[in-house]
């Protein structure tokens, strides 16, 4: 595709249960980026994927939360054990790689846990 | 601690008037500044990016002005359109092989009719 896209666009759950968020990144963009966005709130860093290094995991808020991503493509986030305060945006974004590089967001996961 | 202050937290203008966003960084080595706009419902989308010896960037109605000695920037919207509702989001990179970049919390920008 010509963007980066994310699924599903909006996402209810209850308190306790696991949820899986999808990103399908530009095609050829070796870095990927997920982000939470709570309202009135900056983009807060998650995790970091660059090509076929280790992820950077340090901003992960707690060991709920889990990312992969498979071939060098498609991520997933994963939270287990949801909790209300787990309610946000969570945004996916990839870019070529470089340090200075543009990062080409997603529309977002729109995450609510009842 | 690198950090990113954004003024005012929210505006609110009519539709033809020009305003300005304003970005105070800490962040240290500087490398480059985004500016992102994000409309409701969708994701960021880069506007301009200012490097060290930049102060100035225009890109349509939006013009871009970087001072890296007292670290800061603004953004200049001329004739205001409705379309320009959304949130400025500041952006600031450090070099020295630093891949992740500090957010500020962004403007939240009304434009009515």
């Known amino acids: 595709g010509a963007g980066v896209s994310q699924s599903p666009s909006n996402k209810v759950t209850e308190k306790g249960k696991d949820v899986e968020l999808r990103c399908d990144p530009i095609?050829?963009?070796?870095?990927l980026y997920w982000y939470r966005q709570s309202l009135g709130q900056g983009l807060e860093f998650l995790i970091y994927?660059?090509?076929?290094?280790?992820?950077?995991k340090s901003g992960l808020p707690s060991d709920r939360f889990s990312a992969e991503r498979t071939g060098g493509s498609v991520s997933t986030l994963t939270i287990q054990r949801t909790q209300q305060e787990d309610s946000a945006v969570y945004l996916c974004?990839?870019?070529?790689?470089?340090?200075?590089?543009?990062?080409?967001f997603g529309p977002g996961t729109r995450l609510t846990v009842l | 601690k690198n950090q990113v202050e954004q003024s005012p937290q929210s505006l609110i203008i009519l539709e033809g008037k020009n305003c300005t966003l304003q970005?105070?960084?800490?962040?240290?080595?500087?490398?480059?500044l985004r500016w992102y706009k994000q409309d409701t419902g969708r994701g960021p989308v880069s506007l301009t990016i200012?490097?060290?010896?930049?102060n100035t960037k225009s890109n349509g109605r939006y013009t871009a002005t970087l001072d890296a000695d007292t670290k800061q920037s603004s953004l200049h919207i001329t004739a205001s359109q409705l379309s320009d509702s959304a949130s400025y989001i500041c952006?600031?990179?450090?070099?020295?092989?630093?891949?992740?970049?500090?957010f500020g919390r962004g403007t939240s920008l009304i434009v009515h009719p």
């Open positions: 974004a990839s870019s070529l790689g470089s340090t200075g590089g543009e990062q080409f």
């Open positions: 095609s050829g963009h070796t870095a």
């Open positions: 994927f660059q090509g076929n290094s280790a992820p950077d």
């Open positions: 970005c105070n960084y800490t962040v240290s080595p500087f490398s480059n």
């Open positions: 200012m490097t060290f010896s930049e």
């Open positions: 952006v600031v990179r450090a070099s020295g092989g630093s891949y992740i970049p500090t």
